[in-house]
């Protein structure tokens, strides 16, 4: 079975530009969370989407946004990028939600620099 | 809120040795879990343990064992024998029950890491 899957890799941008990051989860999993990864806030939680609609939303600005699509494949959006957005993005895919304590597989992230 | 510690920001082994890393919680829900994950040069969190707050029982998987103590808080996780591939980022998770209520139970808090380097 493929794991989770996180496009692009790496991203370039510069301040004010948005950006679209991609993840595809485990095949069968319909639960997508999104991580923050920073050295001075270390990994923050940023939403989590399950059947395409979100469920829980961590502390971050309109800046940041998702979206599920009917496959569970999701993506997230930031908006007029600034330096702090500079971070590795991670997604996390799970069978389940409703309930805690879900085995939740990561990708590899994507890391952005905004320059 | 809930909150997780973990004060060991960096821990440098010789390999062989036994290595614990700690991890303090805080909640405020009586229904949670605990993870373990860790993290490799590559970026990717890699799934250790999980438990759950009714379950207090020691857990070994070959080298790694995990102590879950409810009155301290901390879940602690000692590797066995070090060894060099043992080198990574590893953070301890939480997951409370009131994260259920909004539908979504999958947020995870994450301590801040500890680095283990394991030299030869």
């Known amino acids: 079975k493929a794991g989770v899957t996180q496009t692009p890799r790496y991203l370039i941008k510069t301040r004010g530009q948005q950006v679209t990051l991609s993840c595809s989860p485990i095949s069968g999993h319909r639960s997508v969370s999104w991580y923050q990864q920073t050295p001075g806030q270390g990994l923050q939680f940023l939403f989590e989407y399950f059947s395409e609609t979100q469920r829980n939303k961590g502390n971050f600005p309109g800046r940041f946004s998702g979206r599920q699509f009917s496959n569970s494949r999701s993506e997230m959006n930031v908006s007029t990028l600034e330096l702090g957005d500079s971070a590795l993005y991670l997604c996390?895919?799970?069978?389940?939600?409703?309930?805690?304590?879900?085995?939740?597989?990561f990708g590899p992230g994507t890391r952005l620099t905004v320059l | 809120a809930q909150k997780v510690t973990q004060a060991q920001t960096e821990i440098s082994v010789v390999e062989k040795e036994d290595v614990t890393l700690d991890c303090v919680y805080e909640?405020?829900?009586?229904?949670?879990?605990l993870f373990w994950y860790k993290q490799p040069p590559s970026g990717e969190l890699v799934f250790l343990i999980r438990?759950?707050?009714?379950?207090?029982q020691n857990e070994i998987s070959g080298r790694y064992s995990w102590n879950f103590q409810k009155s301290t808080s901390s879940f602690n996780f000692t590797i066995t024998a070090s060894q060099v591939v043992d080198s990574a980022v590893y953070f301890c998770a939480l997951s409370e029950a009131e994260e259920w209520v909004t539908g979504g139970g999958n947020k995870l808090t994450f301590g801040t890491g500890t680095q283990l380097k394991v030299e030869l």
């Open positions: 909640t405020r829900d009586t229904t949670y879990y």
């Open positions: 438990r759950n707050s009714f379950d207090e």
């Open positions: 996390a895919s799970s069978q389940m939600t409703g309930t805690s304590g879900n085995e939740q597989f």
